[in-house]
């Protein structure tokens, strides 16, 4: 009879663990230079009667080596969520161990995530991934989040809205972030390209795209959101560009709910023979006298070589990529420092 029981009785259920946040490269928004906060939660398979965490890794002052420490967990739910102070830097590791009941602690880990520097971009094609040939971020610190999960910033970057597969400047806008400051740096493209200003008033597809990752990282998530466009809109006047961008802006913070800092690059160019439309120039020179956004880089001065089509097309070559990254950050950097005056 005893040998019945155990041939029909279920086989034990397997306990585990199952990490929510942080995810794998991740980088988290600093809150000071030297600060920041981490979400962990996550759920496990059975009710545990505790849970805890012990992250390790390399912050800007050196290395972490974390100790255990509990995690708050629901013990009904079977969940874990808490939000744990961390020194900017990383990478770090995360692991989660949870005690249950007649079981060995399971455990879990996430590797590679940070506290840093992040940046939405948004915009035509010179903000997604249309130039001329891939690149890659050579530091190993930079990641893109495309909306369901992270990865090293190399071409092509996640999130954009027009699928596209080419190169952008973002490997080299992180790289020089990084060597400025010496934390990880995240970005969430959204750009589609051969965009009109129009196409991205309150409410549309391109808008609300932008917004769901603005809202994915949360209030405060991320330092700027860096906007390249305005080669499309060449026919539109001065003023109707400038009032439509300023909409733009304006929904996007309502939205947010937050005072998001905007950047605006200075940008018209399409060829050879029109280097510049002073037109649109003009409207983003006003959206920054009129302090609607800050300043962003001029990239109609990057002609020549740094152009595609061995100089004849609108997009960027290798080295008109990484010439456009670093222009971004040393517009960029500067602001960053200003935040901890």
Wanted: net charge negative; glycine share 10%.
């Amino acid at each position: 009879q005893e040998q019945a029981d155990l041939t029909t009785r279920p086989a034990p259920t397997e306990a585990s663990v199952t990490i929510l946040s942080p995810r794998h490269y991740q980088v988290f928004q600093r809150e000071s230079r030297t600060e920041g906060t981490i979400l962990v939660n996550g759920c496990t398979s059975l009710a545990a009667s505790r849970a805890e965490c012990r992250i390790t890794g390399r912050s800007l002052n050196g290395d972490v080596m974390g100790k255990w420490q509990p995690l708050p967990y629901d013990r009904a739910a079977k969940s874990f969520n808490a939000k744990l102070p961390l020194p900017a830097g990383g990478w770090y590791d995360l692991q989660v161990r949870v005690h249950a009941d007649h079981h060995l602690p399971q455990t879990a880990t996430v590797e590679k995530f940070g506290i840093g520097e992040v940046f939405v971009g948004a915009g035509q094609s010179n903000s997604t991934n249309c130039g001329e040939e891939r690149i890659q971020q050579t530091t190993g610190m930079v990641a893109s989040f495309g909306g369901l999960h992270w990865k090293l910033a190399d071409d092509p970057q996640l999130g954009v809205a027009d699928k596209s597969e080419g190169g952008s400047f973002w490997p080299a806008f992180g790289d020089a972030m990084y060597d400025r400051f010496g934390v990880p740096i995240g970005v969430a493209t959204t750009g589609y390209g051969g965009t009109s200003v129009n196409q991205w008033q309150p409410d549309t597809h391109l808008f609300n795209w932008m917004m769901t990752r603005v809202h994915q990282l949360g209030p405060l998530g991320f330092r700027a959101l860096l906007w390249h466009q305005g080669e499309s809109d060449t026919e539109m006047s001065a003023d109707e560009y400038f009032a439509k961008l300023k909409s733009t802006i304006a929904a996007s913070r309502q939205n947010a709910g937050w005072q998001i800092p905007w950047f605006v690059a200075q940008t018209s160019y399409h060829d050879p023979k029109n280097l510049r439309f002073e037109h649109v120039r003009s409207a983003q020179q006003r959206i920054w006298d009129d302090g609607v956004a800050l300043r962003g880089p001029d990239t109609d001065v990057l002609t020549g070589d740094h152009r595609d089509m061995d100089g004849l097309g609108i997009h960027f070559s290798p080295k008109g990529l990484k010439a456009h990254g670093r222009m971004w950050a040393e517009i960029v950097a500067p602001f960053v420092e200003r935040q901890f005056d």
